[in-house]
């Protein structure tokens, strides 16, 4: 079988469908999208622009259908609930272990008490 022709019995083959929606599903999609990439840490704008670019198909086609109120509407509550840490990842420090343990360092998360 040659390599740019699939082949139909493979069960590998990325196969990709298009799915009737009316408005809830568009909506509920747009929740989704929102609630994860809010709790990837991802800031109003930033998710703004997500819904805002073409490049991001389905994010975009809620944005479209749905109307820039109502996505950002979904955005505050999703950012809500999500939005209240971020998550930094850096790489070690030289000197990062703890000589007396012979182990990594622990490092204390701690997550502020939201002000009503």
């Known amino acids: 079988m040659p390599y740019d022709d699939p082949d ?8 990709g469908v298009s799915l009737p929606g009316d408005e809830e599903s568009t909506r509920e999609m747009a929740v989704a999208l929102a609630e ?17 670019r073409p490049h991001y198909a389905g994010a ?3 944005y479209r259908l749905l ?8 955005l505050r509550e999703s950012l809500a609930v999500w939005g209240s840490y971020r998550v930094v990842v850096r790489d ?4 990062g272990l703890d000589e007396r343990s012979g182990g ?4 204390q ?3 502020p008490k939201k002000v009503e």
Not at 67 to 74: C, D, K, L, P, T
């Open 92 to 95: 070690k420090e030289e000197g």
């Open 60 to 62: 975009h086609r809620a």
């Open 8 to 15: 139909p019995t493979d069960p590998n083959v990325l196969v």
């Open 67 to 74: 109307g820039e109120e109502e996505i950002r509407r979904i």
């Open 104 to 107: 990594e360092r622990l490092v």
């Open 36 to 52: 994860e990439f809010a709790a990837l840490g991802f800031d109003g704008e930033r998710l703004m622009n997500l819904f805002r």
């Open 109 to 111: 998360i701690t997550v």
